[in-house]
T-cell receptor
C-alpha cells in the first residue's frame, strides 16, 4: 500500500512551452499532496502544498502563475510548468498524505525529470 | 524559520565500517523526524521515522536513529555498512502545526567502497 506514481517520468520540451506533470495516489486517498523540486546534487525544496478542492499554498519565492497546481480529486494532483525555460529544468517530486490514517506520513512519487531546451 | 542541518556532505567508508550521519533541526516544538534514502537513479525511500515514544527508532536495512530532544538531534546509524548502502541520505522534519510540510536537510552522499 501507499504507492504514489508520477507521469511522465521524463520529459523534454522546448523553451516557451508548457508541461503538465501528474501525481497519483494509487491505493489511498490524499487530500493533501506536496510538490518538491530537486536540482542536481541538491536537496529537495518544497514548492507548494496541494489541497483537494481548494487553492494550492505556495512557498515563498515560488511563482504561482508559473507553476499551476490543480488537485481536482482525492487521488490526483497536477503541476503545470507554464512557459518553461531552461532554468526550470529540474527533478520534480510529489508526495501524498494518506487521508485515512492518523499518522501524517508523506509517501513520495518516483519523480519527473524535466529538461527544457 | 525551520531549518534542518546535516553536518556531512560526503562520507566515504569501507564495507563493514560503522556509519553515523548527523542531523540537527532548529525548531523547538513538537516535531516529526524522518530519514530518507535515495539510491542512484531511484526515488526517495523512507528509512525510518519518529513521531513519539521510544527515542531510539529502528528502521529498514539495519538502520537506526536516536532522537535527543535536548540536542535537537536525530542522528542516523548503521553498525556495519555494505556496498549497497551507497546512496544519498536526507534528514527531514515536519510539524503538524505547519501543515505537515517537510523541511529537508542538505543531504549526505555516502560512498561505501567494496
Amino acid at each position: 500500500g501507499a504507492v504514489v506514481s508520477q507521469h511522465p517520468s521524463w520529459v523534454i520540451c522546448k523553451s516557451g512551452t508548457s508541461v503538465k506533470i501528474e501525481c497519483r495516489s494509487l491505493d489511498f486517498q490524499a487530500t493533501t499532496m506536496f510538490w518538491y523540486r530537486q536540482f542536481p546534487k541538491q536537496s529537495l525544496m518544497l514548492m507548494a502544498t496541494s489541497n483537494e478542492g481548494s487553492k494550492a499554498t505556495y512557498e515563498q519565492g515560488v511563482e504561482k502563475d508559473k507553476f499551476l497546481i490543480n488537485h481536482a480529486s482525492l487521488t490526483l494532483s497536477t503541476l503545470t510548468v507554464t512557459s518553461a525555460h531552461p532554468e526550470d529544468s529540474s527533478f520534480y517530486i510529489c508526495s501524498a498524505i494518506n487521508s485515512g490514517r492518523a499518522v501524517n506520513e508523506q509517501f513520495f512519487g518516483p519523480g519527473t525529470r524535466l529538461t527544457v531546451l | 524559520a525551520q531549518s534542518v542541518s546535516q553536518h556531512n556532505h560526503h562520507v566515504i567508508l569501507s564495507e563493514a565500517a560503522s556509519l553515523e550521519l548527523g542531523c540537527n533541526y532548529s525548531y523547538g516544538g513538537t516535531v516529526n523526524l524522518f530519514w530518507y534514502v535515495q539510491y542512484p537513479g531511484q526515488h526517495l525511500q523512507l528509512l525510518l521515522k519518529y513521531f513519539s515514544g521510544d527515542p531510539l527508532v529502528k528502521g529498514i536495512k539495519g538502520f537506526e536513529a536516536e532522537f535527543i530532544k535536548s540536542k535537537f538531534s536525530f542522528n542516523l546509524r548503521k553498525p556495519s555498512v555494505q556496498w549497497s548502502d551507497t546512496a544519498e541520505y536526507f534528514c527531514a522534519v515536519s510539524r503538524k502545526a505547519a501543515g505537515n510540510k517537510l523541511t529537508f536537510g542538505g543531504g549526505t552522499r555516502v560512498l561505501v567502497k567494496p
